[in-house]
C-alpha cells in the first residue's frame, strides 16, 4: 500500500517554491509523514495545544507559517516539524509536493508535502505548540462507514450559519477539515479509493499546482 502510494505521486513531484512575494505573511506549509509497514502505512498527526489562539485542541499535521528565513516551502515544514515535534529532517525524505489550498475561509495558503519517514521517528511535542502526537493508519480513511458529518457554527466575519462538515475519529481524537481533505485527496489520487466527501461550497477559492 505505502509503495503504491509513493510510485503514485509522481504525479505530484517535489517542488521547492516560495510563496508569492506579496503573499508570504499568509503563506504555510505542512509535511504529511507516512511511515510503518508497507500493508499498514502510517501518518502522524499532532493535536494543537489547547491554549493556542488559533485552531485550538485541533487535529494537524505538522507544519505552519512561512518564515523570512527558510530557503522555501519545504524547509518551512521541516523547521516547523523540528520545533513542534522534535522531527529530525534526516528521518524523512521527502518525495511529493501537493496542491497548496486554504483551509476553510481562511486566508492562508497552504502548501502539503509528503514525506517517508523511518520507522522510528523519535518525536517528542513541544508543549507551547502540540498537546499531542500520533499515527493514524490509512486504513482507518479507507473505510467509508468510519465517516460521519458535524454541525459548527459560523462567525458573522466569515458569513454566518451554519456549515456541516465530514469527520473520522480515531481513538479520542476527532480529524476533520483541511487535515481530513488532504488526506481522502491523497488517497483517492493514489489509490483511486473512492472516497466523496461533502464539504460546504465557498465561492471561488481555488488550489495552487
Do not use: C
Amino acid at each position: 500500500m505505502l509503495t503504491t502510494i509513493a510510485n503514485h505521486l509522481t504525479q505530484f513531484p517535489l517542488k521547492k517554491r516560495q510563496p508569492h512575494a506579496n503573499k508570504a505573511q499568509t503563506t504555510a506549509a505542512v509535511l504529511i509523514i507516512l511511515h510503518g509497514e508497507d500493508s499498514d502505512p502510517q501518518v502522524v498527526l499532532t493535536q494543537r495545544a489547547f491554549h493556542l489562539k488559533s485552531h485550538a485542541g485541533e487535529v494537524a499535521f505538522p507544519g505552519g507559517m512561512w518564515d523570512p528565513g527558510d530557503e522555501d516551502l519545504l524547509q518551512t515544514a521541516l523547521r516547523e516539524a523540528n520545533e513542534e515535534i522534535g522531527l529530525n529532517p534526516n528521518l524523512v525524505k521527502p518525495i511529493a509536493t501537493l496542491p497548496s489550498a486554504s483551509p476553510k475561509r481562511r486566508e492562508v495558503s497552504v502548501t502539503p508535502f509528503v514525506a517517508l519517514g523511518a520507522n522510528d521517528l523519535g518525536l517528542t511535542a513541544d508543549a507551547s505548540e502540540t498537546a499531542a502526537i500520533f499515527n493514524a493508519p490509512l486504513k482507518i480513511f479507507m473505510d467509508l462507514n468510519q465517516y460521519s458529518y458535524f454541525e459548527l457554527n459560523v462567525d458573522a466575519e466569515n458569513g454566518g450559519g451554519v456549515i456541516r462538515l465530514p469527520y473520522i475519529t480515531y481513538n479520542k481524537y476527532k480529524i476533520w477539515g483541511f487535515t481530513l481533505k488532504v488526506i481522502t485527496d491523497l488517497l483517492n489520487s493514489t489509490l483511486d479509493a473512492g472516497i466523496e466527501l461533502k464539504y460546504p461550497q465557498y465561492g471561488s477559492a481555488q488550489t495552487e499546482k
